[in-house]
């Protein structure tokens, strides 16, 4: 048994001081106040749950629609981790139906591997006026396939969301998705404001990266963007300062009816933890002054990180146990793994040690008793 004394404890809901963390076995086995724990070793920094990211494209070189294999998978996750974040849901682009079906037996294959949560599915039922990078060739709307593919994972025990528009689901379905278990979530959409209430009506638990290829707020139609700000739903948003300007980023969180109701998503690309480029739909791209575009200068997927992201929003001026929940405990308790969220019998290896500026001091467990 040892006992640790960090500066600051993030125990998923605040920030805390003048506690100790004892340690069991490779795990956190409680948590009490540093006047219990005397002979406490001193720890600089922050302890915090790692982040969960549940929009990851890709990392180490690896994209999922090119591997969509449980090895792939792993290849992605340990990218990221190193990064900072212990679990992602791997996210799947709009791609061909036999796309969907080998990553759907990819995450019931890695379900339980470390850090694999499940499968994002972003498309391909979506706005072709909204689309963004997706290939335009494999856009439909919902259908049975999909439903099927995300009944088999649900059986299997794996975390499920779909990123969908709309005007490209049937009628009943979004309430059939949403009947598995799994989180659906708008985006890639010119609704009206009106049709995205009625998609919530009908099941849906959440928005995909606010603000970014969906119809934007206007005065007197707040389109999906509106819907999302005004909701009680949590809503991703990518804070690379790129995709979404720094003084909006502030302004999306002082827009939510209640607190934590904004979650941070990487939406990261294979250029994270890997090289400058990549190929897409058969086009390269490539980092370009810290922004991934294509051949003709156009934003294609982010470059950035979790913990870039936590750093940027503290920066900001967003609360450092707001910005932790954010990147930890929403996205946990939205895919149904609230206990990603807490230190008590957390492995080590899961956690991290954030400095000053809220970056981590190294991988998870680096600096920690093993």
Known sequence: MTWIAPDRVFDGERLREGVALRL?????????????????????????????????????????NDAPTPEGMEAIAAAHRALGTVAILP?????????????AEAAVAARGRPGLLGLHAEGPHIAPARRGTHDPRFI???????????????????????????EAAPPGGIAALAATGAVVSLGHSDCTFAAARDAIAEGAGAFTHLF???????????????AALASGLPAGIIADGVHVAEPVLGIAWRARPAPDLTFLVSDAM?????????????????????????????????HTTMAEGVARLVALGVAPDAVLRAAITV???????????????????????????????????GGLPP
């Open 140 to 166: 439909r709307p919902l259908d049975e396939a999909t439903l099927g593919a995300v009944r088999r994972m649900r059986a299997a025990g794996c975390a499920v969301m779909v990123t969908l528009a709309p």
């Open 91 to 103: 996210t799947l682009i709009t791609d061909a139906p036999e796309a969907m079906e080998r990553a």
């Open 270 to 302: 294979p250029t994270v933890g890997g090289p400058d480029r990549f190929v897409l739909y058969g086009r390269e791209i490539r980092v370009e002054e810290g922004r991934l575009v294509n051949a003709e200068g156009n934003l294609a997927g982010a």
């Open 24 to 64: 069991e076995g490779g795990r956190v086995a409680g948590i009490a106040p540093l006047s219990a724990a005397p002979e406490a070793e001193r720890v600089e920094g922050t302890v915090s749950p790692g982040f969960v990211d549940l929009q990851v494209n890709g990392g180490g070189g690896v994209l999922l």
């Open 331 to 365: 996205p946990a308790r939205l895919i149904g793994r609230g206990d990603l969220a807490r230190l008590e019998g957390r492995a080590v290896a899961d956690l991290l040690r954030l400095d000053g500026a809220w970056r981590p001091m190294g991988p998870p467990g």
């Open 212 to 226: 970014n290829a969906m119809s934007p707020l206007g005065h007197r139609e707040p389109g999906l963007v509106g």
